[in-house]
């Protein structure tokens, strides 16, 4: 299944291009499913999936509902221990979702169509429709690093000592609840595992829309460092709502000589963009959307390439050299490319076999390979937007010989 992830700065359209490269994709044949956050019109507003158009099917995401079944079966598992503090329990009609549940609900939906809940047949491409830009960002990397808490917090050898655990009950004289804790911990494990294969699959890709102009360039720069780093594919950017070139009005001219200016700039610094041309009102179903997508008989202007292609894990974002030079004997460098990257906005921590990295907003902790963990960082430079950190071998670790 081939996925494409849609994000861009807040205001920029991103919900309507997920829908619109959804309903052109199923328009060409391909067995559709869109995941979206926020109604889309013209679209049923269902939290199941629903058809929409031959071939297409979109679902809802309903974060008050899931919040809720969640805390819920939370309390259901701690009932022991709270009606041991005398706590009361909560009701669902009581409960009021926290900032953060959409997140954690949309990971949720993005498991579900990974292990196909929502269909008895494989779809051929699943279109999401992110939260904005930089919240996005932080989305897609949530999967591994909720599972390296999960880890830290509750590593599985610890489990050795199952066995004390009823005479450690009797001695503090309450339940211990560390055998469904650990259990829990494993099922969520496995289903952050999904989702974060999902993510980091060769055949999922980010759309990155957004409406052309300074403020634009400067999220796409940003983001384009934050893709590096998490080791995430991004398409040619899709620019949204093009003015016509030639308006005899001064004032629109002038807008759509800065949309081409921009424009301008993202192809030095990238692919060339999609152009997806304004329709003069906001678009208010699927013939408009159709329209956008460019689906009408003037060709697909977002189509999905390599639909129904066979994927697999993506390749590290970073790799390993031997230093060359006279001094570069047994030297290794583990290299990371960071397009639009300032050495000011970079931290470089190394901490036991991890490197923690600081870009700007972004934030990364990288496990290193065997070899380097038997060494000890000895420099690091940021050079023509590739980080290169040197590591000497330890002696005490990796002796030398001859």
């Known amino acids: 299944m081939r996925t494409v992830l849609v994000t861009g700065p807040g205001g920029a359209g991103r919900t309507t291009v997920a829908a619109a490269t959804a309903l052109a994709a199923a328009r060409d044949g391909a067995r559709t499913l869109l995941i979206s956050a926020d109604p889309i019109p013209g679209f049923p507003d269902a939290t199941a999936p629903t058809p929409v158009t031959a071939g297409l099917r979109s679902v809802r995401i309903d974060s008050a509902a899931h919040f809720r079944d969640e805390l819920l079966s939370l309390q259901e598992q701690l009932s022991s221990v709270l009606e041991l503090l005398g706590g009361n ?37 699943l ?42 009950a009797q001695l503090a004289g309450v339940p211990m609840p560390a055998q469904w804790l650990y259990e829990a911990a494993a099922r969520h494990d496995a289903e952050l595992a999904q989702v974060q294969a999902l993510i980091e699959d060769r055949s999922t890709t980010l759309r990155l829309v957004a409406e052309p102009g ?18 995430l594919r991004a398409e040619a950017p899709v620019a949204n709502r093009l003015l ?12 759509a000589a800065q949309q081409e200016k921009s424009l301008g700039h993202w192809a030095d610094e990238g692919a060339a963009p999609v152009r997806v041309a304004h329709l003069g009102r906001d678009p208010q179903g699927p013939d408009d959307l159709l329209a956008l997508a460019g689906a009408d008989g003037d060709g697909n202007a977002l189509a999905v390439s390599g639909i129904g292609e066979a994927g697999g894990r993506a390749p590290d974002p970073w790799w390993t050299e031997e230093a060359g030079g ?11 490319r960071l397009p639009g990257a300032v050495k000011k906005d970079l931290q470089l921590v190394r901490r036991g076999g991890e490197l923690l990295l600081t870009v700007g907003p972004f934030h990364r902790i990288v496990p290193l390979e065997p070899a380097l963990r038997r060494c000890t960082v000895s420099g690091a430079a940021l050079t023509d937007g590739v980080l290169r950190v040197r590591f000497t071998p330890d002696p005490a670790l990796w002796p030398r010989t001859g």
């Open 326 to 336: 006279p001094e570069g004997d047994g030297i290794l460098v583990w290299c990371l």
């Open 89 to 125: 329990p909560l009701d669902g009609e009581e409960l009021t979702e926290l900032p953060g549940s959409g997140e954690l609900a949309l990971l949720h939906a993005l498991r579900r169509a990974a292990r196909g809940d929502w269909s008895a047949e494989a779809y051929d491409l």
């Open 244 to 255: 016509p070139g030639h308006s005899p009005d001064p004032f629109f001219a002038a807008l």
């Open 214 to 231: 300074p403020a634009a360039d400067e999220a796409l720069r940003t983001a384009r460092t934050g893709l590096a780093l998490h080791g």
């Open 127 to 168: 279109v999401v429709d992110l939260p904005p830009l930089r919240d996005a960002l932080r989305l897609l990397a949530l999967p591994e690093q909720l599972r390296r808490y999960l880890r830290r917090l509750l590593p599985q050898e610890r489990q050795a000592a199952r066995a004390l655990r009823p005479m450690l």
